[in-house]
């Protein structure tokens, strides 16, 4: 990789991008689940509640068992999930091969490197802290960071803001549509990782790129850099 970053900013997205962390999450639901006297999902079922933030999959995970909750119980549920996942947040959560090595490598080449997440700012900071990653991070935005998050652009952008970054010079790392849609409002480059938690392949999210490693991923922002310049 050139001593110059290819772009002075680059988002990431954290669960299923930088970090697996399914199954402590699933592990939280079902705790919840369990005080409820329901029965727990299993890890493949937890996969699919991945994404859109705590609320959203409490919301799901007791639809799975027959309840639907209206905005007060899930107001509730979800600070359950919160505090039941704060306790033991990284019993299984690892970050993907060569994380670590990528972040070093383009954070010590000048670029200004920021986590944007539907997860909760205090979880994610707190996560990536446990794992060592937030040395190479300038700031991190979670779905309680901003009045929008993911699909909203204004979440990558309002990040971007905060970071001191123009959005023309940032690009999108992620796994989900939501990670896709936010990048394309906001009109960042985005690439897709193949290894993600999506129920769409990553190659039909409609990313500029895919990567099925993260150390391809100096190549691909190099790839976009050139493609922008050329266009």
């Not at 509640?49 to 999959?57: D, F, N």
Request: aromatic share 6%; proline share 5%.
């Amino acid at each position: 990789m050139s001593a110059r970053p290819p772009f002075a900013a680059i988002l990431f997205d954290l669960d299923g991008t930088l970090i697996d962390s399914a199954r402590d999450v699933t592990s939280a639901v079902n705790v919840v689940l369990h005080g409820h006297g329901l029965e727990p999902i299993d890890d493949v079922t937890g996969r699919t509640l991945m994404g859109e933030g705590g609320r959203v999959r409490m919301r799901k995970a007791f639809a799975l068992r027959g309840h639907v909750l209206d905005d007060t119980a899930l107001s509730a549920v979800t600070r359950e999930f919160i505090e039941a996942y704060a306790r033991n947040p990284v019993e299984h959560t690892r970050a993907y091969h060569g994380v670590g090595e990528i972040l070093a490598s383009l954070s010590g080449a000048g670029a200004r490197l920021g986590v944007c997440t539907n997860k909760y700012e205090e979880s994610a900071r707190d996560i990536l802290g446990r794992l060592g990653l937030m040395r190479w991070l300038a700031d991190v935005a979670g779905a309680d960071t901003f009045d929008v998050r993911k699909p909203h652009p204004g979440h990558l952008l309002k990040l971007l803001a905060r970071m001191g970054q123009p959005p023309g010079a940032a690009a999108m790392v992620g796994d989900s549509r939501h990670d896709v849609q936010a990048a394309k409002a906001a009109f960042l480059p985005c690439i897709a990782v193949s290894w993600g938690y999506t129920d769409t392949p990553a190659r039909a999210l409609g990313a500029n790129a895919v990567i099925d490693r993260f150390s391809e991923l100096p190549d691909a922002l190099a790839m976009l850099a050139g493609t922008a310049a050329e266009a």
